[in-house]
């Protein structure tokens, strides 16, 4: 497994190491920065684009995430000189000294592991703003997508550096950009060959089903961007890979939603709503209750305030990490979602769960008796009433009715339709939705 650091110019090369116990390795050839499968841009394609000259003989990419921060790829800086920073640049072979700033300090960040290459991000701080312009421009840092389903599979992103465009292949010096796809979704997946060594939570596998795409030596650190509601996105930070432009290999970048409070906690990025909360899980209750449950998520600099659960037109607000909504619609499938709030706003939607609101809960073996059916179904008990009890023609694998009980056969859903006859005659009809678990459901 390959860092995508090069040599400037020449043919040294900076590797990094093997991912130990999951990645293939392979011979390092001579670099030379450029994008595999791209084209040429000129930088006001990519303002927030940075280049990093590090020592005598080595390269990486960055973004520009606030005046006076760019973000970056650990194995560009860990035990290396600081950092030279050239911004606003298209062709670097037209650099001048007007366009470099000076580097305050570096921080790694403190789970990095150069073996492994998790946690492989670096901030830089700048010793004098940026002033913004056409070449020179902060990426946002993604916020507002659910990182539970963010970003999906078939995503497109657009990846910019001087990276190499294939092992052996010729120096140029003007900016490329390239488009890849995410190959595994954050729910996921086998990225290309890697095997067990790539982790879904912390990094994104990306380039075309295909290979000929990608990322290379000399673009560690850039940027990977997607589009969000039509705003460019700094999704991820190019990491590494094995070879360039191999079908088998895509390109694998760290996920910057992962790190965004270890990020805040070092750059004054502005507040903003919180990110959707994650972790959302849900079960259904008696009478048409939904219990849902979330984890807290990035509050994005301002401190959450709370939540509101929906289901369908129903909702409940709480400050806990926990809701009940109650009267939700019996027998149909709904929706629920869960949104955070800070003073700034509220947060996208997380990724709704459909689920069916049912009357009563019970298990598998039970014999549900034709009066608590009649309680589940809303009617109010009275003396003298007669009921008649029929399984919905959907239900028949799931329950039977058995004299004047339920009996449940199997986990599903029991839809059972009741005819409650009053003693004054007059009828009442309903039916009662009845979630059936296995025994060892909770």
């Known amino acids: 497994m390959k860092s995508r650091i090069t040599g400037i110019w020449t043919t040294s090369i900076l590797c990094g190491a093997l991912l130990v116990g999951a990645f293939p390795a392979s011979a390092h050839p001579t670099l030379h920065p450029r994008v595999v499968g791209g084209a040429p841009v000129p930088i006001t394609s990519a303002?927030?684009?940075?280049?990093?000259?590090?020592?005598?003989?080595?390269?990486?990419?960055?973004?520009?995430?606030?005046?006076?921060?760019?973000?970056?790829?650990?194995?560009?800086?860990?035990?290396?000189?600081?950092?030279?920073?050239?911004?606003?640049?298209?062709?670097?072979?037209q650099r001048s000294e007007t366009d470099e700033y000076p580097v305050i300090r570096t921080i790694i960040h403190p789970s990095y592991d150069s073996r492994r290459y998790t946690a492989d991000l670096a901030l830089i701080e700048l010793g004098r703003p940026i002033t913004p312009g056409a070449a020179i421009g902060v990426i946002p840092l993604p916020t507002s997508p659910d990182p539970a389903s963010w970003p999906a599979v078939g995503t497109p992103a657009k990846v910019t550096g001087w990276g190499a465009t294939s092992f052996g292949g010729g120096a140029v010096t003007d900016l490329r950009e390239a488009t890849v796809q995410v190959l595994v979704g954050p729910t996921g997946g086998t990225c290309g060959d890697y095997g067990t060594g790539y982790d879904v939570r912390a990094t994104i596998c990306a380039g075309v089903p295909q290979g000929g795409?990608?990322?290379?030596?000399?673009?560690?650190?850039?940027?990977?961007?997607?589009?969000?509601?039509?705003?460019?996105?700094?999704?991820?930070?190019?990491?590494?890979?094995?070879?360039?432009?191999?079908?088998?290999?895509?390109?694998?970048?760290?996920?910057v939603t992962t790190y965004l409070d270890w990020i805040r906690s070092a750059v004054p990025v502005p507040a903003a709503a919180p990110s959707p909360p994650a972790g959302v899980g849900v079960s259904t209750e008696s009478l048409g209750r939904v219990a849902v449950r979330w984890t807290t998520p990035t509050a994005n600099g301002s401190p959450i305030t709370g939540y509101t659960a929906t289901a369908g037109e129903r909702s409940c607000a709480t400050t806990d990490v926990t809701c009940v909504i109650d009267g939700v619609p019996t027998g149909v499938p709904v929706s629920v979602t869960v949104t955070a709030n800070n003073a700034v706003g509220t947060s996208a939607v997380s990724s709704p769960i459909e689920v069916v609101p049912v009357d009563g809960v019970t298990?598998?073996?039970?014999?549900?008796?034709?009066?608590?059916?009649?309680?589940?179904?809303?009617?109010?008990?009275?003396?003298?009433?007669?009921?008649?009890?029929?399984?919905?023609?959907?239900?028949?694998?799931?329950?039977?009715?058995?004299?004047?009980?339920?009996?449940?056969?199997?986990?599903?859903?029991?839809?059972?339709?009741?005819?409650?006859?009053?003693?004054?005659?007059?009828?009442?009809?309903?039916?009662?939705?009845?979630?059936?678990?296995?025994?060892?459901?909770?």
């Open 213 to 255: 795409i990608d990322t290379c030596q000399g673009d560690s650190g850039g940027p990977f961007v997607i589009d969000v509601a039509g705003v460019p996105t700094l999704a991820g930070v190019t990491s590494i890979g094995n070879d360039c432009g191999q079908a088998t290999f895509p390109g694998i970048y760290t996920r």
């Open 363 to 442: 298990s598998v073996g039970t014999r549900v008796s034709d009066t608590r059916l009649e309680t589940w179904a809303g009617i109010p008990r009275r003396s003298g009433d007669r009921i008649a009890l029929r399984v919905a023609p959907e239900s028949r694998r799931i329950c039977e009715v058995s004299g004047d009980r339920v009996r449940m056969r199997a986990p599903g859903l029991c839809a059972v339709r009741l005819v409650v006859t009053r003693a004054d005659g007059s009828r009442l009809r309903a039916t009662t939705y009845v979630d059936v678990r296995s025994a060892k459901s909770p």
């Open 47 to 93: 303002p927030w684009q940075v280049a990093l000259f590090i020592g005598n003989n080595s390269f990486c990419g960055g973004s520009l995430i606030a005046s006076t921060w760019v973000l970056t790829a650990a194995h560009c800086l860990a035990g290396a000189p600081s950092p030279r920073v050239f911004i606003g640049e298209s062709n670097l072979s």
